[in-house]
């Protein structure tokens, strides 16, 4: 029997030294290994990442937890035969063996080819601010897996005691208003006391408190910019955060008034129409006198009188022979400032200045034509020296001779930036870093030098601001359009108003002041006197699919701003047709009207006066309904390049305007112009057809359906 041992042992000795030299036996199906250690990567509680580190836990805010994490089994990717796999978790103070508490999740299978599996389970009761470890192993239904390492917390349920408190230089809390809307400022939020906050949240003029706010140490202070988009009186809310995450109320913790956007410091209208001085509006004491010849001619607008037959239209100061200078200065060009006027330009072969101020040898800034570059510049010398540099911007728009453009020229004093805009469009940005003082008198038509520089042509509203304006959409504005937009489409200008509530004769009058009489082409006992339009309760004319009127030219410009309109009844929803349209030389410059293949009211423009040319249409949402009236509003937006459509008031979307041109033929009333001259004739009644330069937008659009002036 002892041989025997001995022989057996010999035995065994000689398998387990081939078996090191082979390597370890592949598993057999049924051998069975516990669970892999969990990473504690994959580790969480209430959805934090595990902290291994004693001195640095996981700060947490309530006392019952989600722990959670991935576990595997190494026998299903060995042995191709799914194992059912749970997690176990415990948790227990620092430097204690007895567990607090342990729970386990449910089994879940895991396949050959799947990887960890999530698994998690709830700890309640927790107590605060003591450091807790929990720790996780997986288990098979035979054996249990090797726990992972400790991941360290702290938990407190304790909500920091106030909001904290806010103080500015810029808008102080002083029943005072100041800045504007759009005007940053400098808010300082500091703990109020409460040391344990390691962020502040805040929001203006809501209660969401969503905004962060970190100070460099716990209950310090941090300071951030606020841009208040509206005047008037301005609240922020705020709360603190403590490191654990527990957060104060949300609450209004600072007032502050936000003054209006500054009005003009000079706006000269022109619309004396005689006489050789000019009015500033804003400043009765200070008028512009005549230097040289000045003469009086039809303006881009005028003062608004309210009425039922309105009238917009004004005078603008013609300069070719002379200028209008005041006695003094009207703004600090050393500072922020903004200058702004209509002008046209009837003379593009020479350089010439719009608006300027006198320095003692040279203009503090002019805004005007260069006629080498055939652009409008907005020009500031870097001294009182006709020696010194200057810095220019050159527009990339092109100069349409003798026609009205909004030119806009800005002197940024923080950024040091000068920029141009024309027509509503920003031309270009230079910077300016030579900003000087001129006290000369302020010139409308001139700028300083030989009287070569007058402006040959005409320049109407004149506005001066001692600030930049808007230029992006702001709730500041009456629109909540910026600004620059504003002033380049307002005001809405009647280029041609008919009612069309003729009882006889020949021709339709124009309500407007531009005196675009209509001529009938048609039988005048058919036409005037037709039925009665309920949304104006007058009297409208009626055509019969031949029957049109046209007026000796243009009303407007198609290649600016400008917006048409009229009440229609459909009668016949067999063919297009066109209601109001401007021509050109071989198309509409613009037409609305009714497209039979599709059955809905449009708005279009062609991209250049050609025939075939491509077309850019809005179509309303709905059919178009016939036998009854229906008001129809067409907008091009030539600062935006869009074309809009309302229907009844109600807007029905935009397109891209493809091209732009002007077209400088007739304004159609019942028909417009194609290859072969008048085409898609209307069949149906019209009334109130006008067309206004300028965009009328949102409620406005009510007004001019009901024949009130836009606001």
């Known amino acids: 029997m002892r041989r025997s041992l001995t022989r057996s042992t010999a035995a065994a000795a000689a398998i387990a030294l081939v078996s090191s030299l082979l390597g370890p036996t592949p598993a057999l199906a049924d051998e069975n290994r516990p669970p892999d250690r969990p990473d504690t990567a994959t580790l969480t509680a209430r959805g934090e ?9 996981t700060l947490l805010n309530s006392t019952e937890l989600t722990l959670s994490g991935r576990f595997s089994d190494p026998d299903p990717a060995a042995t191709g035969v799914s194992q059912q796999i749970k997690a176990e978790f415990e948790w227990a103070l620092e430097g204690s063996e007895e567990a607090l508490g342990r729970s386990e999740s449910a089994y879940i299978a895991q396949g050959p080819s799947a990887g960890p599996q999530s698994r998690s389970v709830t700890a309640r009761d927790l107590p605060e601010k003591v450091l807790i470890g929990y720790r996780a192993r997986a288990h098979d239904p035979q054996a249990a897996g090797e726990w992972s390492e400790r991941c360290w917390i702290e938990i407190s349920t304790a909500k920091p005691a106030s909001p904290p408190t806010v103080t500015s230089e810029d808008y102080p809390s002083d029943n005072r208003f100041h800045g504007a809307p759009g005007r940053p400022g400098e808010f300082t939020f500091d703990g109020n006391g409460v040391d344990t906050a390691v962020a502040y949240y805040y929001s203006l003029d809501d209660r969401t408190c969503s905004t962060l706010a970190e100070p460099d140490t716990p209950g310090g202070s941090v300071t951030v910019t606020i841009v208040p988009r509206q005047d008037g009186p301005r609240t922020i809310s705020a709360r603190s955060v403590d490191a654990y995450g527990n957060s104060s109320e949300c609450k209004a913790v600072y007032r502050f008034l936000v003054a209006p956007p500054a009005d003009p410091v000079a706006h000269f209208t022109l619309d004396e129409g005689a ?31 309210w009425g039922y037959d309105y009238r917009l239209e004004g005078t603008a100061a013609s300069t070719a022979g002379g200028a209008l200078r005041t006695q003094a200065s009207v703004v600090d060009t050393g500072g922020t400032f903004t200058v702004s006027a209509w002008l046209r330009l009837d003379d593009t072969g020479r350089d010439a200045v719009a608006l300027s101020q006198d320095g003692e040898h040279v203009s503090g800034f002019r805004l005007g034509y260069d006629a080498d570059e055939e652009a409008w510049y907005f020009a500031v010398p870097n001294g009182d020296d006709p020696a010194a540099a200057e810095t220019r911007i050159l527009s990339t728009a092109s100069v349409r001779s003798g026609a009205w453009t909004q030119v806009t020229g800005m002197h940024d004093a923080e950024t040091g930036e000068l920029s141009l805009y024309v027509d509503g469009a920003r031309q270009g940005v230079a910077e300016h870093d030579a900003p000087w003082t001129t006290e000369g008198a302020f010139v409308l038509g001139a700028g300083y030098g030989p009287e070569a520089s007058n402006w040959p042509g005409a320049v ?42 003729e009882t006889q004769g020949p021709t339709a009058d124009d309500g407007s002041d531009h005196g675009l009489d209509a001529t009938l082409h048609g039988d005048p006992a058919t036409v005037w006197n037709g039925e009665m339009n309920q949304g104006t309760w007058e009297t409208t004319a009626r055509l019969d699919g031949s029957a049109y009127l046209s007026t000796e030219g243009p009303a407007v410009r198609t290649d600016t701003g400008f917006t048409a309109s009229a009440w229609v009844r ?5 063919r297009d047709a066109v209601f109001l349209s401007q021509s050109g030389g071989h198309t509409d410059g613009f ?9 809905k009211w449009f708005f279009e423009t062609a991209a250049q006066d050609a025939s075939g040319a491509t077309v850019s249409r809005v179509s309303s949402d709905s059919l178009a309904s016939s036998a009854q009236w229906v008001h129809l509003t067409g907008t ?24 732009s041109w002007n077209a400088d033929g007739p304004v159609l009333i019942g028909a417009g112009t194609g290859a072969e001259g008048v085409e898609r004739h209307w069949t149906g009644g019209i009334g109130l057809a006008q067309v206004h330069q300028g965009v009328v937008l949102g409620d406005e659009v009510g007004r001019i359906s009901m024949g009130y002036p836009p606001v």
Not at 570 to 574: E, R, S, V
Not at 591 to 599: P, T
Not at 639 to 659: M, N, P
Request: proline fraction near 4%; include cysteine.
């Open 275 to 305: 006489g050789d001085t000019a009015a500033d509006a804003m400043d009765p004491t200070r008028t512009a006198e005549a230097a040289g010849g000045i003469d009086w001619t039809r303006g881009r607008a005028g003062v608004q009188e």
């Open 460 to 501: 109407d509203h004149v506005t001066v601001w001692d600030r930049t304006l808007y230029t992006e959409d702001t709730p500041a504005t009456f629109s909540g359009r910026s600004e620059i937009w504003e002033w380049a489409t307002r005001p809405v200008v009647p280029e041609g108003v008919w009612r069309l509530n």
């Open 49 to 57: 990442a595990c902290s291994t580190d004693k001195a640095n836990p």
């Open 570 to 574: 459909l009668d016949d929803t067999g």
């Open 636 to 659: 091009y937006d030539h600062v935006d390049g869009t074309l809009a459509l309302y229907v009844d008031r109600v807007f029905q979307g935009s397109v891209e305007r493809q091209g």
């Open 591 to 599: 037409a609305l009207g009714y497209d039979a293949s599709d059955e």
